[in-house]
């Protein structure tokens, strides 16, 4: 991709009160980079690295839509003992601050960053 992608992961675990067998640990994440994401290639790669299981199950990869509350539901476990969650490059995209306030390493980084979008 030749840039940073951005993402925000939150782990969930849950075990049965009842019994039963609870949940393995998952992840849910969102991910975002300077160009599209191949749902495919993302959808590989996971895999690649998590390992696919013989019912199917692996990587459901989807476009984002605001509407369905999925940052919501990525941290729905991050007060829950068996949560945990991380965040990596989400300053590229939130508004950026006064020049002023950063170093040169990051006005550097936000600059190769606008080149990429082609801003600059």
């Known amino acids: 991709m030749r840039g940073p992608i951005v993402f925000v992961r939150g782990d ?4 049965s009160g009842c019994g039963m067998p609870g949940a393995p640990r998952h992840f849910h994440a ?4 300077h160009q599209k994401l ?3 290639v993302v959808a590989d790669l996971w895999m690649s690295m ?22 919501a539901y990525t941290l729905k476990f991050i007060n ?3 949560g945990d969650w991380d965040l990596r ?3 590229l995209f939130l508004s950026q601050p006064n020049q002023l306030d950063m170093n040169c390493r990051q006005r ?5 960053h606008a080149r990429r979008l082609g801003t600059r």
Not at 61 to 71: A, K, M, W
Not at 108 to 112: C, F, I, P, S, Y
């Open 12 to 15: 969930e675990k849950r075990f």
């Open 30 to 33: 969102l991910l975002a980079a």
């Open 38 to 40: 191949n749902k495919q």
């Open 50 to 71: 998590a390992g696919r299981r013989d019912n199917g199950a692996g990587a459901n990869v989807r476009p984002y839509d605001r509407t369905l509350g999925g940052l």
């Open 80 to 82: 829950e003992p068996d």
């Open 89 to 91: 490059n989400i300053d």
């Open 108 to 112: 550097r980084r936000l600059a190769r």
